[in-house]
């Protein structure tokens, strides 16, 4: 069965600092990847996703992030942090099964000190 | 875009108590639909998932139960609610041409 581990629980970044989220995952193909965003309360929100062809996939909102199928990763970067990024963030994997069920990571926390 | 209704937005309930919550979706035929748990602190643990009418699996053994009436319509139910049923809940729906799956706002049960 396939995993995703986010090693960070808790990120702390200064407003217009850089941002890296980690994610790596436990398949014995390549899965479809996805980053999803949550604000407190509320759902999630598909920041972007990787299915096939160019490694580094852009998003919304400023994110992007690249799958490097040599170290099963894909993290989450944003070159330039803004206080409203501030919300929990969640890898996910698609085993691309007859259900497409998602494998969820445990979410990493961003905190955004002004 | 596919649009996930979620009701109640939050809710109390003591322990014992019966529980229904409720999710529709707009925008798509036919989904696969999903119940999530999130309880606090921790990632998205998938309840049950749905590819079609009256089709429910469940993933995990526990207290709760899903059906699925209507083809956007996707229900997550209890006879008697426990302290740990407490959590977030969301529902989310993946069309079959779809790669992505699309959630709800979610549901904040507590359970006293």
């Known amino acids: 069965a396939q995993s995703v581990t986010q090693p960070d629980i808790h990120i702390t970044v200064s407003e217009g600092a850089s941002l890296e989220l980690r994610c790596n995952y436990s398949?014995?193909?390549?899965?479809?990847l996805f980053w999803y965003v949550q604000s407190p309360g509320q759902g999630l929100q598909l920041l972007l996703k990787y299915f096939s062809g160019d490694t580094l996939v852009q998003g919304i909102k400023g994110f992007e992030a690249e799958f490097k199928r040599s170290q099963s990763s894909f993290n989450l970067r944003k070159p330039s942090v803004h206080w409203s990024d501030a919300a929990e963030y969640f890898c996910a994997v698609d085993a691309i099964g007859s259900a497409r069920q998602l494998t969820f990571g445990s979410g990493t926390q961003l905190t955004v000190l002004p | 875009s596919q649009t996930i209704h979620q009701w109640p937005a939050t809710l109390v309930q003591p322990v014992g108590s019966p529980l229904s919550l409720e999710c529709t979706v707009e925008?798509?035929?036919?989904?696969?639909l999903y119940w999530y748990r999130q309880a606090a602190g921790r990632g998205l643990q998938l309840l049950f998932y749905s590819v079609g009418i009256g089709q429910i699996s469940s993933e995990v053994p526990q207290n709760l139960s899903a059906s699925r009436p209507q083809d956007r319509q996707f229900i997550l139910s209890s006879k008697k609610l426990l302290l740990s049923d407490s959590g977030f809940y969301l529902c989310?729906?993946?069309?079959?041409?779809?790669?992505?799956?699309?959630f709800g706002p979610g549901t904040r049960l507590t359970v006293l």
């Open positions: 398949y014995g193909a390549t899965p479809y």
């Open positions: 925008g798509t035929s036919n989904p696969n």
């Open positions: 989310a729906s993946q069309g079959r041409a779809s790669n992505e799956q699309f």
